[in-house]
């Protein structure tokens, strides 16, 4: 009885889309925010070399904590959007399909 619990059920194509969308979503929002972070602190070096500004590493790390958050918000607005995206791919797949329940409202 315990071996037959025990199998590793297999993802549905629907949770391999969701986990794939997801990585993606994660990925983009990591080179934004080390994209982000490469500017701002280009920026202010060019800034610093110039005269204009100081050298004070708490501009720096107000840089850190920006693209920080911005990966932070970025990823969770990202998962709800995989959901829609990959539940309407299905929709459409299955209404080619004729495995609809609904086909007109």
Do not use: W
């Amino acid at each position: 009885l315990k071996e037959a619990t025990d199998e590793v059920q297999a993802d549905t194509p629907l949770q391999e889309h969701l986990t794939d969308f997801a990585d993606k979503v994660a990925r983009v929002a990591f080179s934004i925010g080390f994209l982000l972070i490469a500017a701002l602190c280009i920026k202010e070096g060019i800034l610093i070399s110039q005269g204009e500004r100081e050298a004070e590493a708490s501009v720096f790390l107000n840089y850190v904590i920006i693209a920080v958050a911005v990966i932070v918000m970025a990823i969770p607005e990202g998962l709800p959007l995989a959901v829609t995206i990959a539940l309407a791919f299905s929709m459409k797949s299955m209404m080619v399909d004729d495995n609809c329940l609904v086909r007109v409202l």
